[in-house]
C-alpha cells in the first residue's frame, strides 16, 4: 500500500508542478462545450445572395422590396444586386456570394399576363447546408408574392426554378476539404509539436546549441522539417480522400497545381503556428494537453462542417483569422467547385502573410541559451 501510494504522490506532485497544465485540462471541456454549442445547429445570419433584375419592372420592384425586408427583419441573407447574370454566377464559383436570383426579362408581363411567371435561384450546393437555408428562404419569399395580405387587381402565380451550380454533393465530399486541412493539422501537431517538446525534454537540441548555427536557421530548419511532413499528409490524403468521395477534379492539371500551392502554405502555415506555440514550453505534458483546445478552436469554426454564416458574431471573429478558415475555402474552391487561382489567392495571401508573422514572432523568441 506505501508503495502505491508513493507513486500516487509522485504522479500528483508532478501534475501540480505545472499550473498551466491544471488549467488547460479544465479549461478544455468548457470550450468545447462553448465553441461546438454555437458551431453546430445556428441560423444562417447574413449570407450573401445576389440579385440580378433584368426585368425592372413593377413586380421584379417587389422581389427588391422582399428582399430589402429579409435584410432588415430576418437577416438570413444580405442581397447584391448584379447588373448582368454571368458576373453574378462567376462570383458565386469563387465563393464571393452564396447564390443568386434571376428576375429574367418580361418578368413583369407575364405576372401581368398570368403566364406562368418564373424567377431563378442559382446555388452553390458545394455546401447543402447553406444552399438549403437559401432555398427555404426564397420559397417563403415566392409563397409570400403569391399569397398577399391584400388581393392585388392582377394574381399573379410565380414560380421558383432552384439552378444548382453543380452535381449533387454528397456529405462526405463537403467534408473532404476540412478532413486534408486536418490531416495536415495532425501531421504538424505530432511532427512538429510534440516531437519537438519531447527533443528539449531528452536534451536532443543541446547538441544543437553547442553548434555555431544562428536562431533564424535553426527555427527555419525545424519549421521546414515539420512542413515537410505536413506536405507529404497533405499530398496523401488529397488522393486518396478524393478517390474515395469519388472527387474527379483531382485529375485536372489546374486542380492539382493548385493544390501543391495549397497543401505548401498550409503546411507552412500551420507548423510556424505551431512553433510559436510550442517555442517556450519546456514541459512535454503541456502541448499535449492543448492540442485538443486548439483542434476545437481551430478546426470547427472554420466551416468544415457547419456553414460559417451561422455563427455568432464572436465565433465568427475567430474564423475570420482562423488559417483553417482559409485552408478550408482554397480545398473546397479546388476539389468541389474546380475554380482556379482567381478564387483562392485571397487564400494563397492570406496563409503566405500568416507564415511569415509567425515565423518572425517565433525567431526573437526562441533562446539560443538552455
Do not use: C
Not at 159 to 164: G, P, R, S, T
Amino acid at each position: 500500500m506505501n508503495r502505491m501510494m508513493a507513486i500516487v504522490e509522485r504522479e500528483m506532485r508532478k501534475f501540480f508542478r505545472s499550473p498551466a497544465l491544471m488549467l488547460v485540462a479544465m479549461v478544455f471541456p468548457l470550450v468545447q462545450l462553448i465553441v461546438l454549442g454555437n458551431a453546430f445547429g445556428g441560423k444562417i445570419r447574413d449570407a450573401k445572395l445576389g440579385l440580378v433584375d433584368e426585368d425592372g419592372g413593377v413586380q421584379a420592384l417587389k422581389i427588391r422590396e422582399a428582399f430589402e425586408s429579409v435584410r432588415a427583419n430576418l437577416r438570413t441573407f444580405e442581397p447584391v444586386y448584379y447588373n448582368n447574370e454571368k458576373q453574378a454566377v462567376e462570383d458565386i464559383r469563387n465563393g464571393k456570394i452564396q447564390g443568386a436570383v434571376i428576375i429574367p426579362p418580361q418578368y413583369s408581363r407575364h405576372v401581368y399576363q398570368q403566364n406562368q411567371p418564373r424567377i431563378a435561384l442559382v446555388v452553390d450546393n458545394s455546401d447543402n447546408f447553406m444552399s438549403s437555408t437559401l432555398e427555404d428562404e426564397m420559397n417563403s419569399i415566392v409563397t409570400a408574392l403569391n399569397n398577399p395580405a391584400v388581393e392585388p387587381r392582377v394574381l399573379q402565380q410565380t414560380v421558383l426554378q432552384i439552378v444548382e451550380l453543380y452535381p449533387y454533393i454528397e456529405y462526405m465530399k463537403f467534408l473532404l476539404p476540412g478532413s486534408i486541412a486536418l490531416a495536415m493539422y495532425v501531421s504538424v501537431m505530432i511532427g512538429g509539436g510534440m516531437l519537438y517538446i519531447d527533443d528539449k525534454a531528452r536534451g536532443v537540441h543541446e547538441g544543437y546549441l553547442v553548434t555555431p548555427i544562428t536562431k533564424a536557421e535553426l527555427v527555419l530548419g525545424l519549421n521546414a522539417a515539420g512542413a515537410i511532413k505536413a506536405v507529404m499528409t497533405g499530398l496523401v490524403i488529397s488522393f486518396i480522400g478524393s478517390l474515395l468521395a469519388g472527387v474527379g477534379s483531382i485529375f485536372r492539371p489546374e486542380t492539382i497545381l493548385g493544390l501543391m500551392v495549397m497543401i505548401l502554405l498550409t503546411s507552412v502555415a500551420f507548423n510556424t503556428m505551431m512553433f510559436l506555440l510550442m517555442v517556450r514550453v519546456e514541459d512535454p505534458l503541456v502541448p499535449r494537453a492543448m492540442f485538443g483546445i486548439l483542434n476545437t478552436l481551430l478546426f470547427f469554426p472554420s466551416g468544415a462542417v457547419y456553414p460559417i454564416q451561422a455563427f455568432p458574431g464572436w465565433l465568427r471573429a475567430i474564423a475570420s483569422v482562423d488559417p483553417f478558415t482559409f485552408a478550408v475555402h482554397g480545398f473546397t474552391s479546388l476539389l468541389l467547385k474546380e475554380t482556379g487561382f482567381t478564387a483562392i489567392w485571397p487564400d494563397v495571401v492570406y496563409l503566405s502573410v500568416f507564415a511569415i508573422l509567425t515565423f518572425s514572432i517565433a525567431v526573437p523568441l526562441f533562446k539560443r541559451s538552455l
